[in-house]
């Protein structure tokens, strides 16, 4: 659809049709058919006057004419639109003043300076988003209409009013662009296997000696206790709440600082020498015991000196579980780069599978965090929507009625008015 639209603004379309009817012309007296010759003269060229009418024309003024700045390159948009605004003074009524003259006036009030590129990209990006999103054939007004007449049918009972249609039209216009819009950001800040980990919140582990618990009932907690010990997205923004000092109670058996803040327990120079002694071995639960006991013998044998060791690899990994906590999961769009460059980008390669596993609430908890902060929340759609839903919580109005709402549209419309007059 971009192609198409954007072979229609810059006039190429209607070029290459009046171009195909040339032809056309040339190669009929090889026809040899002087019957028609009349006909088919005048058939084609009123097709190509229709065709220029509707093709080409309006490509030769605005608004159509501001889409040509996408086919340049940003180093000649300053000598282009220098050219649109001197259009402007000496016929104003030939720039539209609905789109042309509010891009020409946003570079004209001190956006517009060669030194200033980011104006340049907004616009840019602007006219990328109008040629991607606007209907430019009858087929997308058709849907439309398809798509409104579905929402509204009613198989019995009295049709919904002309208030109540725009209602219900705008509210699910609103709610589609924003499900698009969610996985979208979810995709981009979000975790791929945060499904997965919600659902296993919470949830008893399992060994190569407790395999046999998970077709076992008596080995899982009950229903109420597992509900409670479970995670979810309310839960994960009362968490976050709570952790900003919100005066949202936290939810029960997640509440304290010691989840909020202290992601994972202080490591100890024995549990250093208790995994390397430990590394590699498969054992039986009383061989296992056994073994235990002589790491602890070893380790009450050996001198302040030796201990010394230890207690600065416990430092170093403690250190470095404390960064890979609040390090979010990588997101699903991010998943190849990160893990050609995992051993310079993230903390958490630094560490085993099992010291991973015990971070992971807390890295859920950082990566819904940044997917709740994401920057296009306010610079889409106006700011409109939120994580929470398609029309943020702040933006909800329980109060007013319908004539206040109607008098604050009024006021606005007469303020708008009385602006464009000046």
């Not at 610079?379 to 109060?399: N, P, Q, R, Y």
Request: charged content about 25%.
């Amino acid at each position: 659809s971009v192609a198409i639209f954007m072979a229609f603004a810059s006039g190429e379309m209607g070029a290459n049709l009046l171009s195909s009817y040339t032809e056309l012309l040339n190669k009929f007296p090889s026809l040899n058919a002087p019957d028609v010759s009349f006909e088919y003269f005048n058939i084609c060229i009123g097709s190509m006057a229709e065709c220029w009418r509707r093709l080409v024309l309006p490509t030769l003024f605005f608004p159509w004419k501001i889409f040509r700045l996408l086919s340049l390159d940003t180093d000649r948009w300053p000598e282009e639109i220098s050219k649109y605004k001197d259009t402007k003074k000496a016929c104003p009524h030939c720039v539209d003043y609905e789109f042309s003259t509010m891009i020409l006036d946003f570079l004209d009030g001190g956006h517009g300076s060669d030194e200033d590129v980011s104006s340049f990209v907004q616009i840019e990006r602007f006219l990328w988003d109008v040629a991607t999103y606007a209907p430019i054939s009858s087929d997308l007004v058709e849907c439309m209409h398809g798509f409104a007449q579905a929402t509204l049918h009613r198989f019995r009972g009295s049709k919904p009013s002309d208030e109540v249609a725009q209602e219900r039209m705008v509210w699910r216009c609103v709610t589609r662009s924003y499900s698009k819009l969610r996985d979208f950001l979810w995709c981009k800040y979000g975790d791929r296997n945060m499904g997965h980990r919600i659902h296993r919140f919470g949830k008893r582990g399992h060994n190569q000696y407790t395999q046999q618990c998970e077709a076992n009932d008596s080995c899982q907690p009950p229903e109420r206790k597992r509900a409670r010990m479970s995670m979810s997205v309310a839960k994960m923004d009362a968490l976050l709440a709570c952790s900003q000092g919100s005066s949202i109670q936290a939810p029960r058996k997640l509440a304290g600082d010691k989840f909020l803040f202290q992601t994972t327990f202080d490591l100890s120079r024995w549990n250093i020498f208790q995994r390397k002694m430990m590394a590699g071995k498969q054992l039986s639960p009383g061989e296992w015991k056994a073994e235990i006991q002589k790491c602890s013998n070893l380790w009450a044998e050996m001198g302040k000196s030796e201990k010394a060791v230890y207690d600065a690899e416990a430092a170093a990994e403690q250190a470095i579980r404390e960064n890979a906590a609040h390090e979010p999961f990588p997101a699903k769009r991010m998943m190849q780069e990160f893990e050609s460059n995992a051993a310079e980008s993230s903390a958490a390669q630094q560490l085993c599978r099992n010291a991973r596993s015990t971070i992971a609430k807390q890295r859920l908890l950082t990566t819904y965090s940044r997917f709740k902060e994401a920057p296009e929340w306010a610079e889409v759609d106006s700011g409109l929507a939120s994580a929470e839903g398609a029309v943020k919580l702040d933006c909800i109005d329980l109060t007013s009625t319908d004539t206040d709402i109607r008098q604050q549209w009024d006021s606005f419309a007469a303020i708008h008015d009385n602006s464009n007059l000046c």
